[in-house]
């Protein structure tokens, strides 16, 4: 994520796992690039 200029610690990892932080359009944009597949696909 730091190579797309995103910064997520891991606390905000956990916060987003335990559906406590919501994620932003712009990280999930990057967590798609990551992951090699569509917003959309991660949305479903």
Known sequence: MQLLNI???KN???RI???LRLVTDIEL???AQI???TTDE???
């Open 7 to 9: 910064n997520l610690d």
């Open 12 to 14: 905000a990892i956990q």
């Open 17 to 19: 796992e335990a559906r």
């Open 29 to 31: 944009r990057a967590f």
């Open 35 to 37: 992951f090699n597949t």
């Open 42 to 44: 991660l949305l479903k």
